[in-house]
């Protein structure tokens, strides 16, 4: 065992099991060993996976030309851009990028906020993005933006929610109960047990789904407890998510019938996620019409969903290859990263593109919902 999963027993001795949330949490946070802060490149070629701000430049662009749009719609004045998660930093420098090249539309020197609480993640991000320091700010929530009082902005994402700690169910005899880890034989295994929230009894009634006899699935309670935050210090604004995953009809079909945690290792996927603790990514497919349904409770309307195929279209990321400098290397280049990114047994399918607002009179049209060609 390793020095992670010998604290995780020691836990489970001491305690009792643990909910998959709660071991989850520890697998990729725990300070010392956990996945996301201990050291080593995470993400690209020499990590575990990619991002689509990895593959090109381009995703990047796009992203910005649509935060130019809610910006404008907005009004610049006062507005907070903030990204949850920056991850290395990559989609923040080509987004800044992008801004610093649309002074017309954009104000010179907008505050661009970091919600990242990983010391490590801010250290890489800051060497990344230090020629846009210091434009960039980093925070540990939201309330410090406006001195703890609701402020207009725009708050974005890019694979974030997948990582949240889930809770896993199972549908036992017609009971809903919940999946633990426990400790046995010198291994971790899993353990049925009631469940540790009365949230999680209530989440699929709300959500109009049942579960079918036997079928396991995931509760994402973080991702509502986000979307609730959101909503007390958002006033006036949009909310953007992109992020793999499915509504819960699509998520929740037989063909998912043990779930959607998957684990990620070397560009290397499997369902382990209780062997080789914090030496892997842990991720599982985000619940859109739960972002979407209890989004409302808090204020945030959904303007739009659809995948980022159709939304990359929308804000012409294809017009890129009509440029007439490139040279037919780049060129080349360039149409494999927008395969990757554009076509549906790629990420382009794969990946949903979620669009809230909250405080704005009726409901705006956007270009990344338009879908338009790719040119």
């Known amino acids: 065992m390793n020095p992670l999963e010998k604290l995780i027993a020691q836990e489970i001795a001491e305690h009792g099991p643990i909910s998959f949330a ?43 030309r649509q935060l130019i749009e809610m910006g404008t719609i907005l009004g610049w004045d006062g507005l907070a851009l903030v990204e949850y998660g920056a991850g290395e930093g990559f989609l923040a420098r080509d987004i800044l990028a992008t801004l610093a090249q649309e002074m017309a539309a954009v104000p010179e020197g907008l505050p661009y906020y970091i919600c990242e609480k990983s010391p490590s993640m801010r250290e890489r991000q800051g060497s990344l993005l230090e020629p846009f320091l210091p434009q960039v700010r980093w925070l540990d929530d939201l309330a410090e933006i406006n001195e703890g009082k609701p402020f207009k902005g725009i708050i974005f994402s890019n694979e974030l929610v997948d990582a949240f700690p889930v809770h896993r169910v199972k549908l036992v005899e017609g009971e809903l109960k919940e999946i633990y880890v426990d400790y046995r034989d010198g291994k971790l295994v899993e353990a049925l047990g009631p469940l540790s929230d009365p949230r999680l009894g209530e989440y699929f009634p709300f959500l109009g789904f049942e579960l079918q006899e036997g079928q396991e699935a995931e509760i994402n309670l973080l991702a509502l ?12 604004g949009f909310v953007l998510t992109i992020d793999y995953g499915y509504e819960v009809k699509e998520l929740a079909s037989p063909v998912r019938f043990a779930g959607t945690v998957m684990c990620y290792r070397q560009h ?38 659809t995948n980022q195929m159709k939304f990359l279209a929308g804000l012409g990321i294809g017009r890129a290859l009509e440029d007439p400098s490139l040279n037919p290397w780049e060129r080349q280049k360039m149409a494999l990263a927008l395969k990757e990114l554009l076509m549906p047994d790629r990420m382009g399918e794969r990946f949903r593109v979620l669009i809230q607002q909250k405080g704005l009179p009726g409901v ?4 990344g919902l338009k879908g338009f060609a790719l040119g």
């Open 364 to 367: 705006p049209e956007l270009l």
């Open 22 to 64: 709660c071991f989850m949490e520890r697998a990729l946070y725990h300070p010392a060993y956990g996945y996301y802060t201990r050291p080593g490149k995470k993400i690209g070629r020499q990590g575990d996976y990619y991002t689509s701000a990895h593959v090109s430049s381009l995703f990047g662009q796009a992203v910005a």
């Open 268 to 305: 290397r996927a499997d369902a382990e996620a209780l062997e080789d603790v914090g030496m892997k990514d842990i991720t599982s497919h985000v619940n859109f019409t739960a972002l979407m349904k209890y989004g409302e409770q808090h204020g945030l309307q959904t303007v739009g969903f």
């Open 225 to 236: 407890d986000w979307l609730a935050h959101i909503g007390r210090y958002l006033s006036c």
